[in-house]
């Protein structure tokens, strides 16, 4: 698949980067991408994406400081310079993207006022769907960052084809500070997304027996709403064993006939246990996996641990477990020393971080709203407020 990156603000620009930094590592070129900020030194600190493909924008509202946590400005400044930013896109994308894919941190500014903004546009020009992958802040981060998020979330969903949710509260480590967490969560979010949005294109490892290509991806999300994703990795596996010559060949080859039917047997089993892991373990937005509408099956690794039977009967199992009816799957051959499983559980119905990010929007605003009807009490009464 291959797939253009919009990093939207400080936390999806680092993502997007990163993002950049893998496909040059694999050297696939399924990955393009540009950075958009208000914050100078953010786009700066970048060490990927090119500097032509970094966009500094609202320089005459906050001279490239950035809009700190006012996501209300950091619409109206993509707003008003969303001709740059669609002329920018236009001129590094090329006819055969796929998909389009804003990454941004919805707890701050700049990426959560304005990725629903730059979606909405998108999806007015091109045809390719428009996802986002957006970054849930941790209740330590705090309340604001969380209303940001909440209020962000509400519109982004509706302007994308489908939204990718990655919760920082779901994989923060118990007494890691968040600051510190960033790096080790950005990578998680890039192995995962990694390893999906490469399904089907062509691999030096060959062709898999059942491809997983671009349009398996986009009918999997084509129902909108939240996404969330399983991920799971084997232990290392075997290196292959070349077959003897001589005169001994001939015994090696009937005991390696012997060995593939158990081995099949065997792969089969690591392959649906994998899945399952990947299901039932730790999602990118912890959810009832029971309430999603569609879902996908990718295994990715080398050739030799591939096995359709066993992808077949993981998307059974799948399918037996989810709400819907509909579940896509394959496999996908690389250069690998393990087998990973993707689990895309799609269009979810129940998620509870999501309610609880909701309720907090919705106090907020109460409290917001008092201290409005407070504050214009005070100025009734002669009292002036302090800021306006």
Not at 118 to 126: E, G, N, P, S, V
Not at 161 to 182: C, H, L, M, P, Q
Not at 262 to 268: F, I, N, P, V, W
């Amino acid at each position: 698949m291959k797939v253009f990156f919009v990093g939207f603000g400080q936390a999806g620009g680092k993502v997007a980067d990163m993002f950049i930094e893998q496909d040059r590592r694999l050297q696939t070129q399924n990955f393009s991408a540009i950075a958009v900020n208000t914050a100078r030194t953010d786009l700066m600190g970048l060490k990927n994406i090119e500097l032509k493909d970094r966009l500094l924008i609202g320089q005459t509202v906050v001279k490239g400081h950035g809009v700190g946590t006012d996501n209300l400005t950091g619409a109206r400044v993509t707003a008003d310079e969303i001709d740059s930013i669609i002329s920018a896109i236009g001129t590094r994308c090329t006819h055969d993207v796929d998909a389009f894919v804003i990454v941004a941190g919805l707890g701050g500014g700049t990426g959560s006022g304005g990725s629903p903004v730059l979606a909405r546009h998108l999806k007015r020009i091109y045809r390719e769907p428009v996802y986002a992958i957006g970054i849930l802040p941790a209740p330590e981060e705090g309340r604001l960052y969380s209303y940001n998020a909440a209020r962000s979330l509400s519109t982004l969903v509706n302007e994308t084809d489908n939204t990718f949710i990655f919760d920082n509260s779901a994989w923060k480590n118990e007494g890691e500070s968040v600051k510190d967490a960033y790096t080790r969560l950005n990578d998680e979010i890039v192995r995962r997304f990694g390893v999906l949005f490469r399904a089907g294109e062509v691999s030096k490892a060959g062709v898999g027996e059942m491809v997983v290509d671009s349009s398996e991806i986009i009918n999997t999300l084509r129902g909108g709403g939240i996404t969330s994703v399983g991920y799971a990795i084997s232990e290392k596996v075997a290196p292959r064993v070349k077959q003897s010559q001589g005169f001994l060949s001939g015994i090696l080859r009937k005991k390696d006939k012997t060995e593939e039917v158990l081995t099949g047997e065997d792969k089969s089993a690591k392959i649906i246990n994998l899945v399952r892991r990947a299901m039932l373990g730790r999602l990118t937005l912890p959810c009832d996996y029971s309430s999603a509408e569609r879902a996908l099956v990718l295994l990715a690794g080398p050739p030799d641990e591939m096995d359709r039977k066993g992808v077949e009967k993981s998307k059974s199992w799948v399918e037996e477990n989810i709400a819907g009816v509909e579940v896509r799957g394959g496999d996908y051959p690389v250069d690998s020393d393990y087998v990973a499983a993707v689990v895309v559980l799609a269009t979810i119905g129940n998620a509870p971080r999501i309610t609880e990010l909701m309720e907090i929007a919705k106090s907020t605003k109460e409290d917001v709203l008092k201290s409005r009807e407070k504050r214009s009490t005070m100025f009734d009464d002669g009292i002036e407020p302090l800021f306006e």
